[in-house]
């Protein structure tokens, strides 16, 4: 319960990471209009243009003061972007971030700053939105294509059984992430987009054995045979009768295969080929900080998250299996 409550923890962050670290306005009030400047950190188009066309030059409070008095801003809890330097002035009251070895953890900067001063608390926050959607949209992708799959085959059997089985056995003999390599090797622009699907499109394969055999179990139940009497067709008695009744069991590997995604998302970014820049990633961080063995900090703050990370995923699958396993939940 400890790892399903940090995992609602990390997806808290994750959704209001421009309300904990950043230096654009949540919300602001500028020339009679309300505006959501921080929105932005999602997305750049999300940002109003209308502060491009005035060029803030993402300076935003001297600029709202400089450009309309009477404006008004709601600023995150940190005042850190994760992308770039705070200068001198930008803020009242906040000195410049320090640079290289002078970055050490201190009150304006909580995890300490980089090599270029860029603080490190803010690029950890906003970089758990890109750890957790590697981990869910990834897994989401396996889901679909290995349950669907795994349900076909152990409801049919047959042939259908057999292709399937062959099928799941081929993928399992194409190592992910040399695959993700071929793939950014090939795509002249390649996004953390790219390195998602193709971690969903080959780590299907264990969810869809474990569906296949749930499939083959129940379908021999009486209440599979009493929809057959009823005339029920196989779609329906397939993914409205067996699959919620199997589900169960094979909550335990997707749990296991989001762990498993953030890991090979960070190992990616380590070796300077997962997310591009400037989007912050734990692993990322990790590759600049090997460079600055000095620089303690830079290693040891992503480096737990990482490692908190993925036992919380790997907490959450040992318990559902203790859950789902009634020889387990014996003991």
Known sequence: MAAFYFVCFMAFVAL????????????????????????????????????????????????????????????????????????????????????????????????????????IFAQMVHGTTIALLVGFVSMGIASTIGITVGALAGYLGGWTDMIVSRLIEVVMCVPTLVLILALIAIIDRPTIWHVMAVIGCTGWTGIARLTRAEFLKLKQTEFVSAARAMGYKPLRIVFRHILPNAMAPVLVPISFGIASAILIEAGLSFLGFGTPPPNPSWGTMLQTGRNNLDMWWMTFYPGMAIFLAVLAYNLIGEGLQHATDPRLRSN
Not at 31 to 56: C, L, S
């Open 16 to 119: 209001f990471a421009p309300a904990i670290a950043g230096t654009k306005p949540i919300v602001c009030k500028y020339k009679g209009h309300i505006y959501f400047p921080a929105m932005g950190y999602f997305k750049n188009t999300w940002e109003n243009p209308v502060f491009q066309k005035d060029r803030f030059r993402k300076r935003y409070p001297v600029n709202l003061k400089e450009k309309d008095p009477l404006s008004w801003a709601i600023w995150p809890l940190v005042y850190q972007d994760p992308f770039r330097r705070i200068r001198e002035g930008e803020m009242p009251g906040q000195p410049e971030n320090p640079s290289r070895d002078k970055g050490t953890p201190n009150r304006y900067n909580i995890f300490g700053t980089d090599t270029r001063g860029v603080d």
